[in-house]
Each structure stands twice: as C-alpha cells, then as structure tokens.
C-alpha cells in the first residue's frame, strides 16, 4: 500500500530543507519508508513551490531548494575589492612616506634595485603618492610625497604618526623583505613643503610621464 501522497511530499521537503547538500532519490529512499513514491512526491513538491521565492530544482541528478531565478537580484552584493599592493609597490611606497620629497633615483638608491616603469604609476593611479615638485638640484628630477587619501587609508592624523618597522609590518606598508641598508628616519624629522624643491608648473608635463608609462622593463614588476 502506497503511503499518503501529501505525507510523503512532506517527509521529502522536511529533509530536502535540513540537507546540507542536494539528495538524490536514492538518498531519499533510506530516509523514507520502502511503499513511499518518492518521484510523485518531488513532483508534487516542485509543483507545491512553483512561482515561490524558493523553487525545488534537480543538479546533477539530485534535488535540492534554491533562491528562484528571478529573484537572485536580491542576493547580489556589490563591494570594491582593495587592490593589493605588489611587494615593489608596498616597498616604493614606504620609501615614498620616510624620506618625501624622494626622486626616482633616490628611491632606487634605498633599495638597491631598479625601479619599473609600472611601481610609481600603480601608486599614482591609486592615489597614494602625488608628484610634489622638481628637485633644485641638476636635471630637476620630479620629487613624490605621500598624499592625504594614504593617510586615510592607514589611519594616520598626520606624517608624524608614521610607525616604527614593526608597526608598518603589521599594518601592511612593509610586507617584504627590505633590502640592504633601508632604514626608518624619525617620521617628525621630514623636510617641510617646498624645501629643497620648486613647484611643477601649471600644465607641465614631468618627465614621468614618459619615463614611467609603458611596457615594464627591468627591475621589479609592479
């Protein structure tokens, strides 16, 4: 004798909604007893919950309760995933917040290395480092500074509450190896605006621009 067609969709729907993953009839039939027909009772259940916000659908041979097509809208979340610095871009960067006003050629004298024609610019592009001035020095070399968006970002009133070595690991500015000879100034000794350096000029195009913008070559990857 064939058990109560609506007992048997209830069984099926009582254990389709504790499952952890999707059942199949098989699995269904260990649960239920040997006169129950558990294939009416999925079609009977499907049908229970046409047109609902939660539908009963078949994946890969087994049965299972999901969120309905037309309301998957409500269960998307849109979030701006931070961009992860390269360790050539934490490192740049680190060098940038200690020793600002910095030229390139400084910059890679710190570390030892060449630096990529992509490390300043991702760190430009992403507004932490802003292009301060020119160096009054030979050349007039572009010098960086930090700006106020790499404040916001890790938290600091000021320049003068930059970190020690250990505070920058542990916030994320110094996720590397420092090369040879990096050291960590004291943040309240920094050279003031202006000193040792002129204003770009209005509409000028540095020399960056071109030295930076490309195909990376040598050096580090940014």
Not at 157 to 186: C, R, Y
Request: hydrophobic share 40%; charged share 30%.
């Amino acid at each position: 004798m064939t058990l109560d067609p609506l007992f048997t969709e209830r069984c099926i729907e009582a254990l389709l909604f504790a499952a952890a993953e999707p059942l199949s009839v098989a699995d269904l039939a260990k649960r239920l007893p040997e006169n129950a027909d558990i294939r009416q009772g999925i079609a009977d259940l499907r049908l229970t919950w046409a047109g609902r916000g939660i539908e009963l659908v078949e994946v890969a041979g087994r049965w299972r309760f999901q969120t309905a097509a037309d309301m998957a809208f409500l269960m998307t979340e849109e979030r701006e995933e931070p961009r992860r610095l390269s360790k050539a871009a934490q490192e740049t960067l680190a060098i940038v917040a200690y020793h600002q006003p910095v030229t390139r050629a400084e910059i890679e004298a710190v570390r030892g290395v060449q630096a990529s024609r992509g490390t300043l610019d991702v760190l430009l592009e992403l507004g932490l480092i802003r292009m301060r001035g020119r160096r009054r020095t030979p050349g007039r070399p572009v010098t960086f500074g930090t700006t106020d968006a790499f404040l916001e970002h890790y938290g600091l009133a000021n320049l003068g509450d930059l970190p020690g070595v250990a505070e920058m690991k542990a916030a994320g500015l110094l996720d590397l190896n420092l090369p040879p000879g990096f050291t960590v100034p004291d943040p309240m000794g920094l050279r003031a605006d202006g000193e040792e350096e002129d204003p770009l000029d209005e509409g000028e195009t540095p020399e960056f621009a071109q030295d930076f913008l490309g195909e990376l070559e040598g050096g580090d990857k940014a």
